[in-house]
């Protein structure tokens, strides 16, 4: 597919929206179409009445292996497509830097001890980055791969956002 703009994405998602009937499941063609233009990897989308704005048209509940199905922003997936949009930059690359360290926070939380290292409370234990919060620690990763954002990709399973590189994510 060539390379479109993000009017021309919206335009086609919606003439594809626009030919689903209410309450159906996509075909095999229009969920590969879905996936394609919006960059993510549902297996089953519907058009559905918009639980919050009835005068939505275009409402699209996706779903996976089960038939639970979740209303979700086609538009904002394109947005962020082109070019990520500078305000949701920071927060997709925040999702997938803390995916990629997840297992190392899950082993650290295995073998902490049952109280705060710092005022030593047994209350509401959180694992965190006491001295140098998250967001300095992303600054510095960027300063020094900024090709990460080229690397970025959503989990099949519509999970949310991850690094695809794998020198990257372990750097």
């Excluded at 995916?99 to 073998?111: E, K, T, V, Y």
Aim: proline share 5%; aromatic share 10%; glycine share 6%.
């Amino acid at each position: 597919m060539p390379k479109q703009t993000q009017k021309e994405h919206k335009q086609l998602v919606r003439a594809l929206i626009d030919r689903q009937p209410y309450n159906r499941l996509f075909d095999a063609a229009d969920v590969e179409a879905m996936n394609d233009l919006c960059g993510w990897n549902f297996l089953k989308y519907k058009r559905v009445h918009n639980p919050t704005y009835s005068t939505d048209t275009r409402c699209v509940a996706h779903a996976n292996y089960d038939e639970n199905f979740v209303v979700w922003s086609w538009n904002r997936a394109i947005s962020e497509l082109h070019g990520f949009e500078r305000r949701r930059r920071g927060p997709i690359l925040n999702q997938a830097l803390r995916r990629a360290i997840q297992p190392h926070m899950r082993l650290n939380a295995s073998g902490s001890p049952d109280f705060c290292a710092h005022c030593k409370s047994q209350d509401s234990l959180t694992l965190d980055h006491m001295t140098m919060p998250f967001s300095v620690i992303v600054a510095e990763f960027i300063k020094h791969h900024s090709e990460v954002f080229e690397g970025l990709g959503n989990k099949e399973d519509g999970g949310g956002w991850y690094i695809t590189d794998p020198a990257l994510k372990y750097a």
